[in-house]
Structures are given as structure tokens and as C-alpha cells.
């Protein structure tokens, strides 16, 4: 029996379209640190983060860049993932935060490796400039080459809020940029941020739209223990969308008003995120499996005959 396509852009299509098989990223930690945490934009960094929240078991501090790519291989092989590309993605911190030199040297060395297709790097808007761009193109010869831009939210007072670091004007500066130069794009967005209504999520969407990324990555806001996040949390729960409770029901529903706003051009990377529960103070989907939630959303989109971007406003 045939599969009903997905109502959306995925990611995974998406990829395959470009590199001619199935993806799979392979999480790196290059060490590069936060320029929101070191002083070089500011100290303490967002309120909501986590570092050791954004990378798997198998990404060691100790661990070369080499090494972890060995290791990620083994872990989705373990998995029963088995993939025709690989791509390195440097996910924990901010992998643009160091000398073009010193990002050459890590750069090539993961695309030196002979598992793997291309790089993912994932950044600050604010940590990004001519000459780091012109070292990714340069590599495109060797490999693909994406940039992931951590986005947040589309609106000031927000990322004022939580102690981003930077203006959406950096966002639309860096993300221009980048289009400028024919690399691919992925934005990251959170869903739930203090004092965000439903309404300003879904109006952000047309933001979104207007930036043209390639690829969306949507988090839920999960609180993490320890964090400046967790204690305006504990003292003002009223600031937030989805509250204290199990907010699955309203979260999809949201999902799917955001996709149907989104424009049929850009994959949607992930509706949902993830973290280890032992770090996790709450998060509105209790403790519902990310793929529960996706098949929801694909579900209820099919059962009333939706698609990404019926509600698309040019």
C-alpha cells in the first residue's frame, strides 16, 4: 500500500534532492565556546541554554574532530540508521567563533574524512563576517556546505529578553549575506519564548517567509535546570505560552497553523526538540516522543486536507 506523501517539505526529501541520497548529520564539538558567555558579546549567556543539552553522548570533549565523526557513524549504525551521506555538523556552540585559520584547520579535517560529504555549521548571526563566509565557499569545492543560523525569535524585545546578544537586524544582515554567496541556509526558531503570544508566533512566520532560508528548525521551549530561564520560570509562569502543565494539544495545533503559514519552498527540518530528562526542569510535551508529535501534526494536516503553505502570505 502506497504511502501517503508528508503535507510539508522535509528535510530528508530535500536533501536527497540535493546530495542524491539519504542524510545523516553527525554532531561536533569543536570546542569554540560562546561569545554570549566569554565576554566577547557578553557574559552569562542566553537565559534558556544548556550547552551539554545540544550534544549526544558520543560528541567527548576530549574526543578530535576525526574521532567524533568515527564514533557518530557507530552510534547511528547501533541505531539501525544506516545512511548514503554524511555530513559533519558542528552543532555545540558557536562554530564560527575563532580565527578563519583555526576554523580551516577543523573544517577541513572533517571534510578530509572519507565517510563524509559536507559540513553543517551551526551560529550566531552576530558571529559571522565577509571573510568567515569567504573561507565556507571556498570549501564548497571540497564538499557541501550549509550554515544554521540560531534566530530565535524575530523580534527585539524578545531576544533583549533572553539575553541574546544580538539585534534581529544581525539575523537579516548575516542571513543576506550568506544568500549572497549561494550557501545554503537553516534558521532555528523557539517556540514559547517569555511574553510571546500564539499570535506573535504565527505572525513571525511571515518574517520567516521573508528571509527565505533554506531549512527551519522549530524547538519547543523546554526549561532546563540551573538555568536564568528556570528561575523567571519558577516566579512568573504567566509569561509563558504553554505554561506548566502538559501543553501537547496547543503545541500541535500551533505546529500545524505555522506550517500551513510557511512558504512551500523552505523543508522543515524538525518540528520538535530534544534533551535528556535529566536536565530538564519541564517541557510542555511532557514526555510524549518527538515522532508522536510529527505524526499528529502529518496526521491532522492529511484528515483535513492541509498543506504547507495554503495559508502562505506572498
Not at 150 to 158: K, N
Request: glycine fraction near 8%; hydrophobic fraction near 35%.
Amino acid at each position: 500500500m502506497a504511502t501517503e506523501p508528508l503535507p510539508y517539505l522535509d528535510y530528508g526529501g530535500a536533501m536527497r534532492q540535493r546530495l542524491g541520497g539519504r542524510a545523516q548529520k553527525l554532531s561536533i564539538d569543536a570546542h569554540l565556546g560562546c561569545p554570549n558567555r566569554d565576554g566577547t558579546v557578553a557574559h552569562g549567556g542566553c537565559t534558556f541554554c544548556l550547552g551539554e543539552a545540544f550534544s549526544p553522548s558520543y560528541c567527548r570533549r576530549s574526543a578530535t574532530i576525526t574521532e567524533q565523526i568515527d564514533r557518530g557513524i557507530e552510534f547511528h549504525h547501533w541505531r539501525g540508521r544506516h545512511s548514503d551521506i554524511y555530513l559533519a555538523y558542528f552543532q555545540s556552540g558557536t562554530n564560527t567563533h575563532a580565527s578563519c585559520d583555526k576554523l580551516r584547520r577543523l573544517y577541513v579535517e572533517a571534510l578530509s574524512h572519507p565517510s563524509i560529504s559536507g559540513i553543517v555549521v551551526a551560529t550566531r548571526p552576530d558571529a559571522i563576517d565577509s571573510e568567515k563566509l569567504e573561507l565556507l565557499d571556498s570549501l564548497r569545492s571540497k564538499g557541501y556546505v550549509a550554515v544554521e543560523y540560531g534566530i530565535e525569535s524575530v523580534y527585539d524585545t524578545t531576544l533583549n529578553h533572553v539575553n541574546r546578544g544580538h539585534t534581529f537586524a544581525d539575523t537579516q544582515r548575516a542571513i543576506a549575506a550568506t544568500k549572497q554567496r549561494g550557501i545554503d541556509i537553516g534558521a532555528h526558531l523557539i517556540l514559547g519564548l517569555p511574553s510571546e503570544s500564539r499570535e506573535d508566533i504565527v505572525r513571525s512566520i511571515d518574517t520567516i517567509n521573508s528571509l527565505q532560508p533554506n531549512f527551519l528548525k522549530l524547538h519547543q521551549l523546554q526549561i532546563y535546570r540551573g538555568t536564568a530561564m528556570a528561575e523567571e520560570w519558577a516566579l512568573y509562569p504567566e509569561r509563558f505560552l504553554f505554561g506548566n502543565g502538559d501543553a501537547t494539544e496547543e503545541y500541535v495545533s500551533l505546529l500545524v497553523d505555522i506550517v500551513r503559514r510557511l512558504h512551500p519552498e523552505i523543508a522543515l527540518e524538525r518540528l520538535v526538540s530534544e534533551a535528556p530528562r535529566s536536565l530538564l526542569l519541564h517541557s510542555p510535551l511532557g514526555g510524549i516522543r518527538p515522532d508522536a508529535v510529527r505524526n499528529e501534526v502529518v496526521g491532522r494536516m492529511l484528515r483535513a486536507g492541509f498543506r504547507q503553505g495554503d495559508l502562505y502570505i506572498p
